[in-house]
């Protein structure tokens, strides 16, 4: 196809290099320096998507990101789909695939149209909240329905094989677009050696500039702009983002920003590169430079393809040499617009007619338009469009003095484009990110940002100063401010000199008026992408919405990917008028981030597949994974869950490594445990304090067990404390618990108790801790150290350094299985070679690797608890049954000391932990079962509570298990029911949860 | 034992064997050496795994009289200014909070160091021995501030972090303590069980700038 739009010369596009891409399955041809907007109007493509609501044809309206109808879904592979790109900003690359990403079944013939033609007034605004509220059953139904119409495009369903990064980034100004305004403030941050970061949406940097006619020194303004580039460029401290959008801006000067580094011109990144990257900026200063967007008029069937933004016109004609059409009415309330039709009459066709509001325009270019011969008709509107595919002709008539009125007879013309502007809307979504409400200006008809808390400053179209002299000149004063604030000396930046532009006043109008009551006369678009019109926000209005915050949420305007970039200040006005305000009584609804939409990709980042989340490993993890363990996650940590042999089942091999351990010798790799180095004088008192229990007399050489309360009283970890010294003790926490306990102790001391002298150090990844467990230990531990570890010189919950395997070690006698147990601690670079030679020696023993499963099960069979599986944060000690752990006695109190006595706490028929015995011994209850008395009750059933450990035990062959019985410790020998999802009930008797060896004589020997 | 020293008030132990069993670092299973050997020579980020020094934390609130006597056992003065470092070529200090350093010495002089302090330090202190817990990863490079840029939202540029800054901090999903030894080098302490993620995430992040791993 050949590109019929496309003028022969001018414009920053490279006609030497042509572009084959593909939309909509149709191959067309393009240049470098296109946006595949550009391409497609150059190639005469009119219809890009059909409207969400009433699914009418929609054209390209606009040439940046305030394009609200060319959204398009991007991708040539299943794998690298991105939805929602602004056709407006994706340049163009050789081989790109796009679509249209509503338009269902297809945008040239839609099926939805029909109903959208009858179905009009079936879906007025609160379309949502009137139709799809009831029946609540049926809005899954609905939801897929409305989804599928709402362009919303759709996810790759296949892993995206491109990398997406962050970088985080400092400096001491971050500027905001990079037009005339932005780069002399660049320039002049720059040269005073500031560090400076200057981002901009487009692929090159010049801003309003690139697609002007106008002359910088006498010379096209893209000279002045490449001049800067370069310097800018030849600064270490300045970094400069095309392509990357400025998306959030966030309290405390944080800016997101995502640069487009290939996607930009690859489907898919060469190997190596990152396709998206995600700045995170912290600045010290941010100048916003981001311009304006200009305002459309609302007019009757303003959304037929054909009908443009006039600013966008002229950027297609300048900067990519495309002319969207042939014969052009441009309708303005302002001189700025005239430009449009200069550039069009200019590039060889015929501009049909300026329709311009005020009854007497002057100024530059009326002048430059009266010379030219182009016909001017004053004081009047386009009314309509006429035309579904593409606009065929207008309906003029003359408007009264307030613009809100037609008092003439209407006039026909033919003609195929019709560009309009109402003014010029400063963008000033990033300075609303932050919760500043923007303010009215009268003199510019548009909101310019208001007080804000940030170090925020602002230069050029943002605050109303439209010209090009006004934005340069903002541009380096807004930099100087911010030099000032920073302490830095600005340097001489002499600006170019702009041509003297004499504008005429601009009319206040946003909403053409028609013949018929806005309700009757053709649909007024104000949100093209929404599908919200004039007469929607009219009927809002009449229904009672007075804020504008609510006529938002009514009509859905400025919702979602559009923000309301075109549509709001419009929307806005109409509200105003029906309400009989000012707008700025009416107000503005405020922006959020992100500007645009920004990709999963981007905001993931490199947190995804191995490096999702950190994966810690012990010492001895490579030989667990040789050994063939599964491995379970315990916080972080990955730990062996058990050690499967062969083909055996995961029960089998539970069973297995549950008998050798209570049979011979079991090891299990527990140097995930939290462990604490405690130290000072004042180490004993502080112990006392955060434990439960007493620790004034632990001898040198001891270790005990401790639980650890919140103020609340209710347990939230437990572990073994040791005293190595006096002064010095090593206390372990559970694994997950580790991080949490060392913060809890360092706040209590640094808040509370700083007089006491003692301080902390986390050596958890410091020793490799391995518990051999079973009636062979001692034997298996003999043969690696010449120590004497008979009971006599070691007894249960002694601690004692000695050589194991030629490396010195702390070995401690304490016991989680129940069984005769030593924990061996070793430094941790050494945890390997003991563990290897404790297997060197094990095999006469049959030592069994056990993991985390095969550890809760003969700790269950002992009824010992685990922290966070058998607590919640909703059980004390006395709940457990461990009122043995707690000391009432202690002459200071203890962290949790009162909330254990609370009314509540202390009340009967508290749920309280106990052994659950199966009747039917080969039953093994489910964790989280609901007890209940009575398995005859009427549902709802009263429960008593819940199952927290239960297996199946190999050793006593029947199942174990514990959990919370209200008033459970007085019902020993009482019957207690589960009933099950799938109908079964299990019964159980309430009993003590030590199943085995309840007198320990196992592990004292 | 010789080895062992219990006293009324710290226990402090020799935790090395003998010479002829070695130690394994935390990237042991990485095999760094044939990596380096058969790995790319050059390369915008360089990478270098410091391992089996002896690594100590210090807590203590100094007196005068203290700071005199660990300047004496240190053989250097304790950095008192946050952020700062002190590098010998016998001993680095680096100030991790206004109570707490981390001391590096080569690895079998930490219980020399330790037992030192035990014979001559007054007052309240913990020195604690964390050699096993943690390495030393040392990158550098001409890209290796992208790498870290990547890493860690910590503000890299020479006017805010100069040769011998220290800044204990977040690094992607975990955290290190990271001090710049030269413009282009930079020390980043980790924890052992954290190793391995850190070595894959640096990989990761150097892959389009080239890396290059130092035996």
């Given amino acids: 196809m050949t590109q019929k739009n496309r003028l022969q010369d001018g414009g920053r596009i490279d006609r030497s290099k042509a572009l084959t891409f593909t939309y909509n399955g149709k191959k067309y041809t393009g240049f470098e320096g296109d946006t595949l907007a550009s391409a497609l109007l150059a190639n005469g493509v009119d219809i890009i998507g059909r409207s969400f609501k009433y699914s009418r044809p929609r054209g390209i309206v606009a040439a940046g990101a305030e394009e609200p109808n060319a959204i398009m879904q991007v991708g040539a592979t299943e794998a690298t789909q991105i939805p929602n790109v602004r056709a407006t900003q994706q340049s163009l690359y050789g081989g790109l695939v796009a679509g249209s990403t509503n338009g269902w079944p297809s945008v040239d013939n839609d099926m939805m149209g029909l109903v959208g033609k009858v179905g009009g007034k079936m879906m007025p605004p609160g379309f949502y909240y009137k139709t799809f509220m009831y029946p609540k059953s049926m809005w899954e139904t609905y939801e897929s329905f409305i989804r599928k119409a709402a362009g919303l495009g759709r996810a790759p369903k296949e892993n995206d094989p491109d990398i997406y990064d962050k970088m985080n980034q400092h400096c001491d100004v971050i500027i905001v677009g990079a037009g005339p305004a932005g780069l002399a403030a660049a320039l002049t941050a720059a040269r005073a050696g500031a560090r400076v970061i200057i981002a901009d949406e487009q692929n090159e940097f010049g801003g309003s500039l690139l697609s002007s006619t106008e002359l910088l020194d006498g010379k096209p303004a893209a000279e002045w702009v490449a001049d800067v580039v370069k310097e800018l460029s030849t600064y270490d401290d300045v970094l400069m983002l095309p392509n990357s959008q400025v998306n959030g801006y966030h309290d405390h000067n944080f800016l997101t920003i ?91 066709r015929n501009v049909v007619a300026i329709v311009d509001s005020r009854k007497n325009p002057q100024g530059t270019f009326v002048d430059a338009a009266r010379e030219r011969g182009i016909s001017i008709m004053v004081g009047s509107g386009v009314i309509e469009a006429h035309g579904s595919k593409r606009v065929t002709g207008v309906s003029i008539a003359p408007l009264n003095d307030a613009g809100d009125a037609v008092v003439g007879p209407i006039i ?140 938002k949420r009514y009509t859905a305007m400025g919702f979602g990917t559009d923000q309301g970039k075109l549509g709001n200040i419009n929307g806005m006005a109409i509200a105003a008028k029906m309400l009989n305000q000012t707008i700025p009584q009416t107000g503005t609804t405020i922006f959020r981030p992100n500007y645009t939409p920004v990709t999963f990709g981007a905001i993931a980042g490199r947190d995804c597949g191995a490096l999702f989340d950190p994966e810690r490993y012990t010492a001895m993890h490579a030989w667990h994974v040789e050994r063939g363990a599964k491995f379970e996650d315990v916080g972080q940590w990955k730990r062996p869950w058990y050690y499967p042999q062969g083909n055996e089942t995961m029960q089998q091999a539970l069973d297995r490594e549950c008998l050798a351990t209570r049979k011979s010798v079991g090891i299990l790799d527990a140097s995930t445990l939290g462990k604490i180095d405690i130290q000072g004088k004042d180490a004993r008192e502080f112990l006392g304090r955060v434990y439960t229990n007493a620790w004034a007399k632990l001898p040198v050489g001891k270790c005990r067990y401790g639980l650890m309360c919140g103020e609340d009283g209710m347990v939230f970890d437990d572990g073994v404390t040791s005293c190595l010294a006096e002064n010095h003790f090593l206390m372990t926490t559970t694994s997950g618990g580790a991080a949490r306990v060392l913060s809890w102790l360092e706040i209590y001391h640094q808040t509370e108790w700083p007089e006491l002298e003692v301080f902390f150090t986390s050596v958890t990844d410091h020793w490799s801790t391995m518990t051999i467990s079973g009636p062979n230990s001692r034997k298996l531990l003999e043969k690696l150290t010449d120590y004497d570890v008979s009971k006599e010189n070691m007894a249960f919950m002694d601690w004692k350094p000695m050589t194991v395997a030629g490396v010195p070690a702390r070995v401690f006698r304490i016991s989680f299985t129940g069984e005769l147990s030593f924990e061996i601690n070793v430094q941790a670079n050494y945890g390997m070679h003991v563990w290897k030679a404790l297997f060197e020696h094990g095999e006469e023993f049959n030592l069994t690797p056990y993991g985390t499963e095969t550890m809760h099960i003969l700790r269950a069979e002992k009824g010992f608890i685990i922290a966070g599986q058998d607590t919640d944060g909703s059980v004390h000690p006395f709940d457990l049954g461990m009122s043995w752990a707690v000391s009432m006695q202690k002459p200071f109190s203890f962290i949790g000391k009162r909330g254990m006595q609370r009314e509540d706490c202390v009340r009967e028929n508290r749920k309280q932990l106990v052994g659950l015995k199966t009747i039917d011994p080969k039953a093994v209850l489910p964790e989280g079962a609901q007890g209940v008395l009575d398995p005859k009750a009427p549902i709802p059933m009263p429960m008593v509570g819940h199952v927290t450990s239960s297996y199946w035990s190999a050793n006593l062959n029947r199942s174990v298990a514990m959990g919370f019985v209200k008033g459970g410790l007085d019902k020993m020998g009482e019957r207690v029911f589960y009933p099950l999802a799938d109908g079964r009930v299990i019964e159980a008797e309430i009993c003590s949860p030590v199943f085995l060896d309840p007198k320990g004589e196992r592990q004292n020997v | 034992m010789s080895d062992v020293t219990v006293a009324e008030s710290k226990l402090v132990t020799k935790q090395l064997p003998e010479a002829d069993i070695v130690g394994e670092s935390p990237l042991h299973h990485a095999d760094l050496a044939s990596v380096s050997q058969h790995g790319p020579k050059e390369g915008g980020v360089y990478f270098h795994e410091r391992k089996l020094q002896g690594l100590l934390t210090l807590r203590c609130v100094p007196s005068a009289e203290q700071l005199s006597q660990i300047e004496s056992l240190l053989g250097a003065a304790l950095p008192m200014e946050p952020l700062t470092s002190v590098t010998t070529d016998a001993v680095s200090i680096r100030w991790i909070s206004p109570d707490e350093w981390l001391i590096i010495v080569a690895g079998e002089q930490a219980f020399d160091l330790e037992t030192r302090f035990y014979e001559s330090m007054t007052g309240h202190y913990s020195l604690v021995n964390i050699s096993g817990g943690t390495t030393i990863f040392d990158v550098s490079g001409s890209q290796v501030v992208n790498m870290l840029k990547k890493s860690t939202p910590v503000d890299l540029h020479p006017r805010e972090f100069p040769v011998g800054k220290v800044v204990s901090t977040v690094f992607a999903k975990s955290g290190v303590t990271i001090c710049r030894l030269e413009d282009d080098k930079y020390e980043l302490v980790v924890r052992r069980s954290f190793a391995d993620y850190l070595w894959l995430w640096i990989q990761d992040a150097s892959r389009e700038y080239g890396l290059v791993v130092k035996a």
Avoid at chain 1, 488 to 514: S, Y
């Fill in chain 1, 412 to 551: 026909k013309m033919a003609a195929d484009t019709v560009a309009s502007s109402g003014g010029w809307s400063p963008v000033i979504h990033l300075s609303c990110h932050t919760g500043s409400r923007p303010v009215w200006n009268d003199d510019i008809l548009g909101f310019v940002p208001g007080t804000t808390y940030q170090k925020q400053l602002t230069a050029g179209a943002i605050n109303g100063s439209f010209t090009t002299e006004q934005a340069l000149a903002e541009g380096v004063s807004a930099a100087a401010d911010a030099l000032t604030h920073l302490g830095m000396t600005k340097k001489d930046v002499v600006l170019p000199k702009a041509e003297t532009i004499e504008e005429g006043k601009a009319m206040a109008l946003f909403h053409i008026p028609h013949t018929k009551p806005t309700s009757k006369a053709p649909k007024q678009f104000v949100d093209y992408q929404n599908d919200v019109t004039a007469s929607g926000i009219e009927l809002a209005c009449r229904e009672g919405f007075e804020s504008i915050e609510h006529v």
């Fill in chain 1, 258 to 348: 995502q640069q487009h580094c290939t996607d930009q011109f690859a489907d898919r990144a060469p190997n190596g590169q990152v396709a998206q990257r995600y700045h995170r900026v912290r600045a010290k200063w941010v100048v916003l430079a981001t311009g304006a967007h200009e305002r459309p008029l609302v007019y009757g069937n303003n959304d037929v393809p054909g009908c443009m933004v006039a600013n966008a016109v002229s950027t297609y004609i300048n900067r990519y040499g495309v002319v969207p059409g042939k014969n052009l009415v441009l309708m303005t309330s302002n001189n700025n617009a005239y430009r449009t039709a200069l550039d069009w009459h200019d590039a060889g």
